[in-house]
Antibody
Framework: QVQLQESGPGLVKPSETLSLICTVS?????????WGWIRQPPGKGLEWIGT???????YYNPSLKSRVTISVDTSKNQFSLKLSSVTAADTAVYYC???????????????WGQGTMVTVSS | SYELTQPPSVSVSPGQTASITCSGD??????ASWYQQKPGQSPVLVIY???KRPSGIPERFSGSNSGNTATLTISGTQAMDEADYYC?????????FGGGTKLTVL
């Protein structure tokens, strides 16, 4: 079955760039589906960051678009998130997730990673 | 920007029916999805495309969507259903989540 695993530094300094990787197992990213990043600040709700297709097409949250880059590396079966100029407000659990339908960007996310906590602090 | 509004909390007695609403402009013209999240766990998809249940989700979970409101209904609510619930929709090339509803079973 498809599994997703987030990885990356748990602590990032203010003004620096947060970088995370989502490794997909049990399915080849190059075969389809949309892949997303979602975050959740401590004690708060879910916030969508962005979504990428295996071809590289991207969709970003307008409120984060100027700071976000999502890319895909099909050779490693991974997709990644970069968030620049971070502040304490970017402290959150970051999840990667897979779309339920293979070719529908607007569909729900049916498989989620376990999440990784990222703290922004000096 | 598009917004989805949920009540912060809903309470229900065991065995009763819980209804959680999600409101947004012309939401009925979009597909709504629902996620369940228990403390310390990742969200789990419980309803997609308004009223469809993924494999493994109990039949007591159902959904509807019309007008400006989508509703998640849990029939015969069990203690294990106590969790946060989030609605989600897609609007103009981006994903929107509701603020979440804490369901308390007491």
């Amino acid at each position: 079955q498809v599994q997703l695993q987030e990885s990356g530094p748990g602590l990032v300094k203010p003004s620096e760039t947060l970088s995370l990787i989502c490794t997909v197992s049990g399915y080849s990213i190059s075969s389809g589906y949309y892949w997303g990043w979602i975050r959740q600040p401590p004690g708060k709700g879910l916030e969508w960051i962005g979504t990428i297709y295996h071809s590289g097409s991207t969709y970003y949250n307008p409120s984060l678009k100027s700071r976000v880059t999502i890319s895909v590396d099909t050779s490693k079966n991974q997709f990644s998130l970069k968030l620049s100029s971070v502040t304490a407000a970017d402290t959150a659990v970051y999840y990667c997730a897979k779309s339920r339908e293979m070719a529908s960007v607007s569909d729900a996310f049916d498989i989620w990673g376990q999440g990784t906590m990222v703290t922004v602090s000096s | 920007s598009y917004e989805l509004t949920q009540p912060p909390s809903v309470s229900v007695s065991p065995g009763q029916t819980a209804s959680i609403t999600c409101s947004g402009d012309r939401l009925g013209h979009k597909y709504a999805s629902w996620y369940q999240q228990k403390p310390g766990q990742s969200p789990v998809l419980v309803i997609y495309q308004d009223n469809k249940r993924p494999s493994g989700i109990p039949e007591r979970f159902s959904g509807s969507n019309s007008g400006n409101t989508a509703t998640l209904t849990i029939s015969g609510t069990q203690a294990m259903d106590e969790a946060d619930y989030y609605c989600q929709a897609w609007d103009s090339s981006y994903v929107v989540f509701g603020g979440g509803t804490k369901l308390t079973v007491l």
